[in-house]
């Protein structure tokens, strides 16, 4: 039995109040102020992961770590997931280390094509890239980010056929719409918010904004 949970069920448990539920897996930041206190932070997060033989994605820089959890047998976010999550932030509160949730993110660089087909190859050769599924690419060591070829019915001439995909957490996306516009960007569609809004800017280029799947009751079959 899959213990795949939603990202709501994900949110709602206890302990989990340091992250967020974003494009693929939980994440959570958190401002170390320095190298060496983000390195003990981070062996203390490697004794734990492997003491649950569970292990997040973690990345140090200087004044902060991020993580990132999923559990890869089920695509997604599980209950081992919950039990580590909140386990770090236990490590956390006990290094005196606290939690950015406010700076919590993924990027998705989205390239519409006609000829999947035909695309999805050079793609994934001139990235080195791995094929997840028909239409996602994903970097095998996963430092990049992920790409996604969405297939269109016909070229488009008028709109540039390459765009990046921004995804933050719910109780961020109201700040981030505001900045952008501030900034000198526009709404070219928001028939679908508030699931996402693609944003432009003073040249055309376009992104989709979503808080995908932060909050979300959805998961798969």
């Not at 109040?17 to 206190?37: E, H, I, L, P």
């Not at 997931?81 to 386990?87: E, G, K, Q």
């Not at 791995?130 to 070829?149: H, M, S, Y």
């Not at 526009?186 to 699931?195: T, Y």
């Amino acid at each position: 039995m899959s213990d795949r949970v939603s990202p709501k069920e994900f949110r709602q448990a206890e302990g989990t109040g340091d992250w967020r539920v974003v494009g693929d897996g939980a994440r959570a930041n958190f401002a170390t102020g320095d190298f060496a206190t983000g390195a003990a932070f981070v062996a203390e997060i490697a004794r734990a992961a492997d003491e649950a033989n569970h292990h997040p994605d973690v990345d140090l820089r200087y004044g902060c770590v991020t993580v990132r959890l999923i559990s890869h047998d089920v695509g997604d976010v599980s209950e081992r997931d919950i039990a580590l999550a909140a386990r770090i932030s236990r490590i956390a509160r006990g290094l005196g280390i606290e939690p950015t949730p406010n700076t919590v993110q993924s990027v998705q660089v989205a390239i519409d094509v006609v000829d999947l087909d035909a695309a999805l190859p050079f793609w994934e050769a001139v990235l080195a890239y791995e094929r997840r599924g028909g239409e996602d690419l994903a970097d095998p060591i996963a430092v990049g980010p992920n790409v996604w070829l969405q297939q269109i019915d016909a070229p488009r001439t008028e709109r540039n056929t390459m765009h990046i995909d921004v995804y933050v957490p719910r109780d961020q996306i109201d700040a981030r719409l505001e900045a952008a516009l501030r900034a000198g960007g526009r709404v070219v569609n928001d028939d679908c918010a508030p699931e996402y809004w693609t944003l432009a800017d003073p040249e055309g280029n376009e992104v989709d904004l979503a808080p995908w799947r932060d909050d979300s009751s959805w998961k798969p079959e």
